[in-house]
């Protein structure tokens, strides 16, 4: 489908400069755009793409200044950034609409399915589920018996979701993602072996959740595994029985939480960070790349790094004079030669 400069500019409440009929089907890098695609400029240190670039339309700020020719027409908006965010959320929206039932799939007959639902082939729907409006569960999902899901819900092939589950509204959950497995929870016996212990809680998703492609949130042994409104959960994590994470909280790839641990609200965590069980992370937290936290920690909005984990700045500094150690130990060889010299010397 193609938009002209016209349409564009009426729904990013800009004006035209140039061709207002040009007519654009994709979006593109500015430094890569070809006839046919629309970009964008807000940085300027790519302000000498706008002279040379094959866009057919380019977004930019009115303030804005030409120092050339420019061949594409431009759209000049408040904020081009924003403007081209929302069309990249209207351009996603058009390529991910789906409607109807595709077969073969499975849907129990006790299952409701709400309004303008899409429902993949191979999907599978059990006793009992309860789907809100606009939801979209692609091919190969498993949604298990008593699962809830709120409105504008979003399974991408593949995700997983274990009986008794509740996720709210405006989910997005990627594919290969598991929620509600099993907890790891075994009692040691006398012989050395291990008894399983039954995993009988759920795990709760609030609303405006995204979670990455293959994490793996554990249901509670009992209560709640519970994911609060507005968490970014990136691909690879593992979340484990039991663990709360706050609103807002963001995490990215290969992180994970030990069982009963509890992050607060708007906590920053880096790549590969892992936390112990049984530990209150306070709200405003942030944790640098591959930082191991051991124990709780009740002061907001501070930055940490390390493993064990320090305070950031603790932590540079420390690093700083590892990075010294082949160089101070030389010199303490130096000295202790030196030492013994004199000692020979006194002799």
Same mark, same amino acid.
Do not use: W
């Given at each position: 489908?193609?938009?002209?400069?016209?349409?564009?500019?009426?729904?990013?409440?800009?004006?035209?400069?140039?061709?207002?009929?040009?007519?654009?089907?994709?979006?593109?890098?500015?430094?890569?755009?070809?006839?046919?695609?629309?970009?964008?400029?807000?940085?300027?240190?790519?302000?000498?793409?706008l002279y040379s670039t094959n866009a057919s339309i380019v977004i930019v700020n009115n303030t804005q200044q030409l120092t050339g020719p420019v061949n594409a027409t431009l759209i000049r908006v408040e904020n081009a950034y924003s403007a081209f965010t929302l069309l990249l959320e209207k351009y996603n929206t058009f390529k991910l609409y789906k409607e109807g039932i595709?077969?073969?799939?499975?849907?129990?007959?006790?299952?409701?399915? $709400?309004?303008?639902?899409y429902i993949g082939a191979?999907?599978?729907? %059990? /006793?009992?589920?309860?789907? @809100?409006?606009?939801?979209?569960?692609y091919p190969n999902c498993y949604i298990a018996d008593n699962v809830i899901l709120g409105d504008n819900v979003t399974l991408f092939p593949g995700v997983v979701v274990y009986f008794d589950c509740v996720i709210g509204s405006n989910v997005i959950i990627h594919s290969g993602a598991v929620i509600g497995s099993d907890g790891f929870g075994f009692a040691p016996n006398g012989d050395g072996s291990y008894t399983k212990i039954a995993q009988i809680g759920n795990v709760i998703i609030e609303d405006n959740v995204e979670?990455?492609?293959n994490t793996t949130i554990d249901r509670a042994t009992m209560g709640s595994t519970i994911i609060r409104r507005g968490a970014k959960i990136d691909n690879l994590i593992m979340i484990a029985h039991n663990v709360e994470i706050g609103s807002h909280t963001v995490m990215a790839a290969q992180s994970?939480?030990? $069982?009963?641990?509890?992050?607060?609200?708007?906590?920053?965590?880096? %790549? /590969?960070?892992?936390?112990? @069980?049984?530990?209150?992370?306070?709200?405003?937290?942030?944790?640098?790349?591959?930082?191991?936290?051991?124990?709780?920690?009740?002061?907001e909005n501070k930055q940490w790094g390390g493993s064990p984990h320090l305070p950031y700045k603790d932590y540079l500094r420390a690093h700083v004079n590892i990075r010294r150690l082949p160089d101070l130990e030389?010199?303490?060889?130096?000295?202790?030669?030196?030492?013994?010299?004199?000692?020979?010397?006194?002799?």
């Open positions: 489908m193609q938009f002209t400069a016209k349409d564009i500019a009426a729904l990013l409440n800009g004006t035209v400069e140039g061709d207002e009929l040009v007519a654009v089907d994709q979006l593109a890098k500015i430094e890569e755009a070809q006839k046919g695609s629309l970009s964008f400029l807000a940085n300027p240190k790519y302000e000498q793409f595709e077969q073969p799939s499975f849907i129990h007959e006790s299952a409701t399915i $709400g309004e303008n639902a191979f999907a599978y729907i %059990g /006793q009992g589920v309860k789907t @809100g409006k606009n939801c979209k569960i979670i990455g492609s994970g939480i030990s $069982g009963s641990t509890k992050i607060g609200s708007r906590v920053v965590i880096g %790549g /590969q960070v892992g936390f112990a @069980g049984h530990l209150n992370i306070a709200d405003g937290s942030q944790f640098g790349a591959q930082t191991g936290i051991n124990h709780t920690i009740k002061e030389l010199r303490v060889r130096e000295l202790e030669k030196m030492i013994k010299d004199l000692k020979k010397d006194v002799q």
